[in-house]
Nanobody, 120 residues
Framework: QVQLDESGGGLVQAGGSLTLSCVAS????????MGWFRQAPGNQRELVAH???????DYADSVKGRFTISRDRVQNTVYLQMNSLKPEDTAVYYC??????????????WGQGTQVTVSS
């Protein structure tokens, strides 16, 4: 059993900053990649940022230059530093990870989501 626990969401004014954290725990053999998705009301879930073991990072175009993803591989933790927040960043943010639970078996996992609300 693998669990992803998120923290750091909340309410912030436009132009402000928030940092999200996500810790993976449970039956983990190794973590392949971790990252963040978000879903606003009426919209599909979309990639925000993702980082793999090699350090390769993908960002959504809408957050480039404002958001920074980082990872602590020892602690199985991923962070999302969000600066210059805009009202359109308002969404539920979900932690995501690709994890090997044995030497040969892997799957992807999701956190329960944390609300980020940016007021204008």
């Amino acid at each position: 059993q693998v669990q992803l626990d998120e923290s750091g969401g909340g309410l912030v004014q436009a132009g402000g900053s928030l940092t999200l954290s996500c810790v993976a725990s449970g039956s983990i053999f190794s973590v392949i990649a971790m990252g963040w998705f978000r879903q606003a009301p009426g919209n599909q879930r979309e990639l925000v940022a993702h980082i793999n073991n090699g350090g390769a990072i993908d960002y959504a175009d809408s957050v480039k230059g404002r958001f920074t993803i980082s990872r602590d591989r020892v602690q199985n933790t991923v962070y999302l530093q969000m600066n210059s927040l805009k009202p359109e960043d308002t969404a539920v943010y979900y932690c995501h990870a690709y994890i090997y639970t044995t030497r040969v078996s892997w799957s992807d996992y999701w956190g329960q989501g944390t609300q980020v609300t940016v007021s204008s």
